[in-house]
């Protein structure tokens, strides 16, 4: 996965088998469109809040693609989950909650803290 930051964009692209899983190419998100980004190193997130999937859950591996709970659509690409039931459990995630956009939240793996305080930064104007 490749993250590229323009002014008021950021690119969420998706590599090789990346686009299979979960059945994307790229998201793109215009920084307006930002309410709320945080990184965490562990999250759970009840199974409940993700919905029906449109994509790929292999349990303690991946969850890639659209996710759809009560009408709102999520897009995950998270790595190395635990659980499957109940409560996902997810290492290293950048999550975004969006307004006006296709989706209402992104969840995503980002191993690399640096990249996401970078993405965290330009998304509060602090880079």
Known sequence: MKFNIDDDILTIQLQGA???????????????????AQWHEVL??????????????IPGGLWAGR???RGAHNFLYVQRTSGIFGTIG????LVLDLRDSEFQRLYLTVDDPDMAG????WWSGSN
């Open 18 to 36: 990346e686009q299979v899983w979960a059945i994307k190419r790229q998201v793109v998100v215009r920084r307006a469109n930002i309410v709320l």
């Open 118 to 121: 970078k993405i965290i930064a």
């Open 90 to 93: 997810m290492n290293h995630v």
């Open 44 to 57: 759970a997130v009840p199974r409940g809040e993700l919905g029906w999937r449109f994509g790929t859950a």
């Open 67 to 69: 996710f759809t709970a």
